[in-house]
């Protein structure tokens, strides 16, 4: 049975295609190409991706990164839609749910919802499977991604649960509600696109949403 990342892959690949290579993302200053060659040296090269989270190796991961980027368009969509090469534990479908899911849905939202028709009404809809295993991911990476909020956060999902995720602090305590898929795009720091409400005291609602959340 195809798992959900690779049917999230398989449809970021999609519109990918559809879009082109310079179509912009919510993604600082990367176009459609940029993030493609993102998720290849991601998979393909992780001597380069762990440039995205350590500084010093900024440098290498960037000219590997401008090298897959170089490469003909249909070439490197074809790239992310293969996966890593040869065999991998992210060919097992569970394994590749753990590590992708949110990853592919997350990026593939960024390109949806960076281009100029995007309609928060006409968002796409994700059906229930799928948005359970996003709930579980939330719970699981919550208090990674909103470690550097300053109040208190508990997620609400209705149909999936609630979840604290940080205790209150003198600055209060908010709750983030919404879909799983939304509160995910939230914590990930795609506060300008994500439909969530959130709830609590007007100070402490301020403080959350100046807060520099995800990775």
């Not at 609590?200 to 949403?209: K, M, Q, Y």
Request: aromatic share 6%; with cysteine.
């Amino acid at each position: 049975m195809t798992g959900l990342a690779q049917l999230e892959r398989a449809a970021l690949c999609s519109t990918f295609t559809r879009l082109g290579p310079d179509a912009p993302t919510l993604c600082d200053g990367w176009s459609t190409r940029d993030l493609a060659a993102h998720l290849v040296i991601r998979e393909r090269r992780p001597d380069a991706a762990a440039g995205v989270v350590v500084p010093a190796l900024a440098e290498h991961t960037h000219r590997v990164q401008e090298q897959y980027a170089d490469q003909p368009w249909a070439a490197l969509v074809d790239m992310v839609r293969q996966g890593p090469r040869g065999w991998s534990p992210l060919r097992v479908p569970g394994v590749d749910d753990a590590v992708n899911l949110a990853e592919f849905f997350v990026h593939h939202e960024d390109v949806l919802r960076a281009q100029e028709d995007w309609d928060p009404g006409q968002r796409r809809q994700v059906d229930g499977q799928e948005s359970e295993a996003l709930w579980i991911r939330l719970r699981q990476a919550g208090q990674l991604l909103l470690r550097r909020s300053p109040v208190g956060v508990t997620l609400l999902c209705e149909g999936h649960g609630r979840k604290k995720i940080k205790a209150p602090t003198a600055q209060g305590e908010i709750v983030l509600r919404g879909e799983p898929g939304e509160v995910l795009l939230y914590a990930f720091g795609r506060s300008a696109v994500a439909q969530v409400d959130i709830e609590g005291e007007t100070s402490a609602v301020e403080a959350f949403g100046k807060a520099d959340l995800g990775f």
